[in-house]
C-alpha cells in the first residue's frame, strides 16, 4: 500500500495533538508526518510512533512534497495557507471555520456524507465540533421519519476554545489570575451562553454556525435549526439537550433502536439505574453518546434526546482523519 506525508498545521495545539494521536491509533498509512506551528511552538518535538519529530515553521514552500494536510490553527491561518497547500497539490482538510459555507467546498462527517470526500476542489472542511455530533445523531433519524424542525441548546466544554480555554479554567479553579483569558468573564462556577462573536441578529457565530453548517451536510435547506450555545466549565466534551420534530409519527422503542444500531452513535438510556451520557463518560472516546431518549408530547411527532461526545475527538482530529481515511482507502 502506498504510504502518504502528512502535514499537520497547527499539531502543537489541542485539536493539532489529538489529529496526531488518532492518526497513530487508526495506523493510517503516514510515511511522513510533519508536524507545523507558529515560530512559538518551532523545534519542540511531537511524539509519533515512538519517534520524536521536530515542529517546523508554517510556511507555504513547507508543504511543498506533502500528499494530505491537515489543518487545525485557525481561520486566518486557514485562509492565508490552505490555498498555498493546494497550489502544491495538497489535499486539505481544514478543521477552521474557513471554508465550510463555501459551496465548492465539501463539508463532511463520514457517518452523514462521506460520498462527499471524493467532491473536492482541493479543500475538505471538517464541521464545527457542536455541529458534528449533532448530525451524528440525527442522521438515523432523518433517514427514518424525516425532520421538520430542530431545537438545540449546548453546554460546551472549555477545550472548544484550544489551549487558552483550558488554561483560563485551570487557573480560575486554583483561584490563580488567569495569563490567558479566553472568555469574556469567569468561566469556573459560571455559565456563559456566548461562544464566537455576536451576530447582527444578535445570534452568536456558534449558534449560526450550528443552524447552517447542519443545512449544508444533511444536504436539505428545509430542516429548521435553531440553537442557543453556552460554554461551561467541563474539560471533556459538549453536551446538547436536543428537540426534534419528526415528519412521521414513530414508536420510541423503534427510534432507540434504530440510534442504537446507528455507526458511530452509542446509546446509554437506563434512567432506572442512573445511566446516561455524560462528558467524563465521552472524554477520550471516539462515538457520540445519546441517551434520555424521550417523547415530547408538547409537539406532534416530538422527541428529545441528550448528546454528548468528546469535542476534541469526534467534534474535531476523529473526523479529519476519518475524512483522511477515506480519501486514502478511495472509498
Ligand atoms: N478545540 C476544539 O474543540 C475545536 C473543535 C473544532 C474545531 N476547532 C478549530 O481548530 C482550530 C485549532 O483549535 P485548537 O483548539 O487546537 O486551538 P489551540 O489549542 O489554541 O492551538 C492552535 C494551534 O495553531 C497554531 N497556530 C496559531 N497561530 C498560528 C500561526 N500564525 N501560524 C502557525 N501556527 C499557528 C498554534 O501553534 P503554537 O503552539 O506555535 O502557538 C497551535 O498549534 C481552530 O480553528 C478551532 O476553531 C477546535
Not at 523545534?43 to 512534497?65: H, M, N, R, Y
Not at 446507528?262 to 472524554?283: F, K, Q
Request: net charge positive; charged share 25%; proline share 5%.
Amino acid at each position: 500500500m502506498k504510504s502518504w506525508k502528512i502535514a499537520v498545521a497547527g499539531a502543537t495545539g489541542l485539536v493539532g495533538r489529538k489529529m496526531i494521536q488518532v492518526l497513530e491509533e487508526r495506523n493510517l498509512p503516514v510515511g511522513k508526518l510533519l508536524p507545523l506551528a507558529s515560530e512559538r511552538s518551532a523545534g519542540t518535538t511531537i511524539s509519533f510512533k515512538g519517534e520524536q519529530i521536530k515542529v517546523e515553521i508554517l510556511t507555504a514552500a513547507a508543504f511543498k512534497g506533502m500528499d494530505i494536510a491537515l489543518f487545525s490553527a485557525g481561520g486566518a491561518v486557514s485562509k492565508g495557507f490552505a490555498p498555498e497547500a493546494v497550489k502544491r497539490k495538497v489535499v486539505v482538510i481544514d478543521n477552521s471555520s474557513a471554508f465550510r459555507m463555501d459551496k465548492k467546498v465539501p463539508l463532511v462527517v463520514p457517518e452523514v456524507n462521506r460520498k462527499k470526500v471524493f467532491r473536492h476542489n482541493g479543500i475538505i472542511a471538517n464541521p464545527n465540533c457542536s455541529t458534528i455530533q449533532l448530525v451524528v445523531a440525527l442522521k438515523p433519524l432523518y433517514d427514518k421519519y424525516g425532520i421538520k424542525r430542530v431545537v438545540v441548546s449546548t453546554y460546551q466544554s472549555v477545550t472548544g476554545a484550544g489551549k487558552k480555554g483550558a488554561a483560563q479554567l485551570e487557573a480560575e479553579l486554583k483561584n490563580h489570575t488567569p495569563e490567558m483569558t479566553a472568555f469574556p468573564h469567569q468561566i469556573a462556577f459560571n455559565a456563559i451562553p456566548h461562544i464566537d462573536v455576536f451576530m447582527d441578529d444578535d445570534s452568536t457565530k456558534e449558534e449560526w454556525k450550528i443552524v447552517n453548517e447542519t443545512k449544508k451536510i444533511m444536504n436539505d435547506e428545509d430542516i429548521e435549526v435553531t440553537a442557543t450555545c453556552v460554554r461551561i466549565p467541563v474539560l471533556g466534551g459538549h453536551s446538547e439537550a436536543v428537540n426534534v420534530q419528526l415528519r412521521k409519527k414513530f414508536d420510541i422503542e423503534d427510534l432507540r433502536a434504530i440510534l442504537k444500531e446507528s455507526d458511530g452513535v452509542t446509546v446509554i438510556d437506563d434512567p432506572a439505574s442512573n445511566r446516561y451520557p455524560m462528558p467524563i463518560l465521552a472524554e477520550d472516546k471516539d462515538d457520540v453518546f445519546v441517551g434520555r431518549i424521550r417523547r415530547d408530547p408538547t409537539i406532534e411527532n416530538g422527541v428529545n434526546m441528550w448528546v454528548v461526545s468528546d469535542n476534541l475527538r469526534k467534534g474535531a482530529a476523529t473526523n479529519a482523519v476519518q475524512i483522511a481515511d477515506v480519501l486514502i482507502r478511495g472509498k
